[in-house]
């Protein structure tokens, strides 16, 4: 009963973030007027305090010493910091240039490009469903591009710069906030001199275009770090399975958002290409949830065998004790 508890409440951490993360896109739409630079440069600077009353709130301090003390971690966190603020850039400006379809289209590549990082980077070995994904996923991009006449680079670079930053995390070994707080500390420096730039130059609209307009940019720190600890809370409760079709979430509500609320045009050539990225992640969805079923399979199966080994050997114990010579009581 506890363990369904659990994973109801980590399904409901699960929708929040990945829900909070696919509505984004209306978050950046409020401030299409700004340029994307400016809010970006925001995201980063209100996110360390953000992070530093989470910090605060979980008395999380400890780590902080330790990865000071670890100068290659410190290297990756500042190459992640990096990757993941050009993700920022490219997506927030999408948004204002009314490509959130192809910023969409990225986020559903992604899994892909990193099942091809995992072979190409990590040497590991795909099933055969899985490079049939990959296969079907990289038709879908010269399907989009002969249509085009041109790479959907917005797509591809949002898929490969997240990507990439999965697999600097995956070396840094943060969990969440501790992660979004390192990160963060080394944005906020480059953001916050970049945000004084625009001031002396009279470019900045923080304090110009009112406080509604100020609010929505100094609660960009709010706005990027409540998914990610929603997103803490449901990986935790959840199994991986779970995430990773929970994931899908995010780019359906932009393709949805796309469509119904910024009215972007979609022709067929898309259609072709998207019909073609959901057919991959399809087959990798039914190939996670085969290979899933059959590793609880064999579970069942060895735990069933220690319990049939267990029973035999407790009957051939107890059938050794039996056949004993009975020994002479001992004199008092």
Request: hydrophobic letters at 55%; charged letters at 15%.
């Amino acid at each position: 009963m506890a363990t369904q508890s659990a994973q109801r409440t980590g399904l409901l951490f699960g929708f929040a973030a990945y829900g909070m993360w696919g509505l984004l896109p209306l978050y950046w739409h409020a401030l299409a007027d700004t340029g994307a630079g400016e809010v970006l440069a925001h995201r980063m600077v209100w996110s360390l305090p953000t992070a530093v009353v989470i910090l605060a709130l979980l008395r999380r301090w400890s780590w902080v010493t330790e990865l000071i003390r670890r100068p290659k971690t410190l290297g990756l966190v500042v190459l992640a910091a990096a990757v993941i603020s050009l993700n920022w850039g490219l997506f927030i400006w999408s948004v204002s240039a009314d490509m959130v379809l192809e910023s969409s289209l990225g986020y559903f590549i992604n899994p892909l490009v990193s099942i091809a990082f995992g072979v190409l980077l990590l040497r590991e070995r795909l099933r055969t469903a899985q490079w049939v994904a990959v296969g079907v996923g990289a038709l879908a991009v010269v399907v989009m591009s002969v249509a085009y006449g041109k790479l959907p680079w917005l797509s591809l670079s949002l898929a490969l710069t997240f990507a990439t930053y999965g697999l600097i995390k995956k070396h840094i070994k943060l969990d969440g906030v501790e992660g979004f707080s390192a990160e963060t500390a080394v944005q906020f420096l480059p953001a916050l001199g970049f945000l004084v730039y625009l001031g002396v130059r009279g470019d900045s609209s923080f304090t110009t275009d009112g406080l509604g307009h100020a609010l929505l940019l100094a609660c960009a720190g709010v706005a990027t770090a409540l998914p990610l600890i929603f997103f803490g809370s449901a990986a935790v409760r959840l199994p991986l399975s779970t995430i990773g079709l929970l994931q899908y979430l995010a780019p359906a509500f932009m393709f949805v958002l796309g469509l119904t609320v910024f009215h972007e045009e979609m022709p067929p050539e898309r259609w072709a290409g998207f019909g073609l990225v959901w057919l991959a992640l399809c087959i990798l969805t039914w190939d996670a949830l085969r290979n899933a079923r059959r590793g609880r399979a064999a579970l069942r199966a060895a735990a069933e065998r220690a319990r049939v080994q267990g029973e035999e050997g407790a009957a051939s114990a107890v059938a050794e004790v039996s056949e004993a010579p009975e020994r002479p009581a001992a004199k008092p």
